[in-house]
């Protein structure tokens, strides 16, 4: 059974830096696809970024794209998203999400596609 285990969510004023770490279990994930999404009060849930386990292509949200980095470390089946230039829009609780299909490029950033997520984690960006 596949679980994801986030940490690394917090408070920080608007600028900031935080990094977000997903452990993910499961020996079936090794071909599939994960992917972070965040969702703010009263929002529904957004792309923010993603990859595949298996080619080394990342793919960004617009709104986060030249401040947020996702990473992985394959031999510790663990995702990284490193936050920089935090601003109050970015708060939010962030999710990891996986799936052990390999996703094409369209479906990389729709989150009806992902089967097992993570618990969440709050961000929350003060001005």
């Known amino acids: 059974q596949v679980q994801l285990a986030e940490s690394g969510g917090g408070s920080v004023q608007a600028g900031g830096s935080l990094r977000l770490s997903c452990a993910a279990s499961?020996?079936?994930?090794?071909?599939?696809?994960m992917g972070w999404f965040r969702q703010a009060p009263g929002k529904e849930r957004e792309f923010v970024a993603g990859?595949?386990?298996?080619?080394?292509?990342?793919y960004y949200a617009d709104s986060v794209k030249g401040r947020f980095t996702v990473s992985r470390d394959n031999a510790k089946r663990t995702a990284y998203l490193q936050m920089n230039t935090l601003n109050p829009e970015d708060t939010a609780v962030y999710y990891c999400a996986a799936t052990t299909s390999y996703l094409i490029t369209s479906r990389v950033r729709q989150f009806r596609n992902y089967d097992h997520w993570g618990q969440g984690t709050q961000v929350t960006v003060s001005s």
């Open positions: 990859f595949r386990w298996t080619v080394g292509d990342t």
């Open positions: 499961g020996d079936t994930l090794r071909s599939g696809t």
